[in-house]
C-alpha cells in the first residue's frame, strides 16, 4: 500500500488545537498468523502497545501464507518495507517474529529481555526530529523541525492503524488459537520528501478513520528520525 499522496505546502498554527498527541520510539513487528513462533511476541507487542514512550506498530507479512493458514492482515507492501531493512543490513534472510527498533536495530520479537533492553536505549536518547500532527477540516496537518544532527533530505509516512484484531485460527502452524493483535497497520504511505533544513510545513488530503502515526525516516529503511500518534 505504499504510494505518493498528493502534498499541498501550508502554513499551519498548532496553536489551540485539541488533538491528543503521542511521541515514542517506534517499534515495528514483523509477524504472522501462519507462524507458530508468533504468538509470544505478538503478546509482547500488546503490552508494549500500552507503554509511554512507545509507538508499537504490527505489520503482517505474507510468505507464510502457503503453510496452510493465509493471514488476512498482511500485505506484500509489508513484506516489502522488511525487505528493505534486510537489504540496508546485508542481511541474508527474512524471518518472523522481527522487531526493528527505531529503523536501526533487529531484534528476535519474541525475546523479551533484548527487546526491552534495546527500548531502552532508545528511549534515552531522544529523536533528532520534533513532529506535531493535527486533523483539520478534510485533512492532516503535518509539522516537524530538526534539534539534532539528521540527514539532508528525509521521507515523511503516514500510517494508519487497526487498535485491536483477534482472530480464530483453525489451519496451519497456530491452529486452535485465539489470537488478539494490537496496533495492526492496515496502510502505509509515503506522503513525501523533506529538505531538512528548513522547518516541514505539510497538508495531506486524508479521512480521519482511525488512528495514525507519522513517521519522519532517513528514507524508508534507514533510522528513523521522529515519530508522533494520533488517536
Known amino acids: 500500500m505504499r504510494h505518493t499522496l498528493a502534498v499541498l505546502a501550508c502554513s499551519i ?3 489551540g488545537a485539541a488533538t491528543a498527541q503521542h511521541t515514542g520510539t517506534v517499534v515495528e513487528l514483523y509477524t504472522s498468523q501462519g507462524c507458530s513462533s508468533c504468538p509470544p511476541a505478538d503478546h509482547l507487542l500488546a503490552q508494549l502497545a500500552d507503554h509511554d514512550g512507545v509507538i508499537a506498530l504490527a ?4 510468505y507464510w501464507d502457503y503453510i496452510g493458514w493465509a493471514d488476512d492482515l498482511a500485505q506484500p507492501a509489508f513484506t516489502d518495507r522488511q525487505r528493505g531493512y534486510a537489504h540496508k543490513w546485508n542481511a541474508p534472510n527474512l524471518y518472523t517474529p522481527q522487531m526493528v527498533i527505531a529503523g ?3 531484534v528476535v520479537g519474541s525475546d523479551t529481555a533484548d527487546v526491552m533492553m534495546h527500548l531502552a536505549r532508545h528511549q534515552a536518547t531522544p529523536y533528532p526530529v520534533v513532529v506535531d500532527a493535527v486533523w483539520r477540516g478534510d485533512g492532516l496537518f503535518i509539522a516537524a523541525h530538526a534539534e539534532g544532527a539528521v540527514p539532508d533530505r528525509a521521507t515523511v509516512q503516514i500510517v494508519t492503524l487497526e487498535p485491536s484484531v483477534t482472530r480464530d485460527i483453525t489451519r496451519g502452524e497456530n491452529a486452535g488459537k485465539t489470537i488478539e ?6 496502510d ?3 506522503a513525501g520528501d523533506w529538505m531538512t533544513a528548513d522547518a516541514l510545513d505539510m497538508s495531506v488530503p486524508l479521512e480521519r478513520a482511525g488512528p495514525i502515526v507519522v513517521i519522519v525516516q532517513d528514507g524508508t529503511d534507514g533510522p528513523i528520525l521522529g515519530a508522533v500518534k494520533l488517536p
Not at 505489520?59 to 505474507?62: C, F, G, Y
Not at 493483535?181 to 492496515?186: I, K, L
Open 188 to 190: 502505509w504511505t509515503v
Open 59 to 62: 505489520l503482517h507479512v505474507d
Open 104 to 106: 536501526t536495530e533487529d
Open 181 to 186: 493483535y494490537r496496533n495492526v497497520v492496515t
Open 13 to 15: 498554527g498548532f496553536a
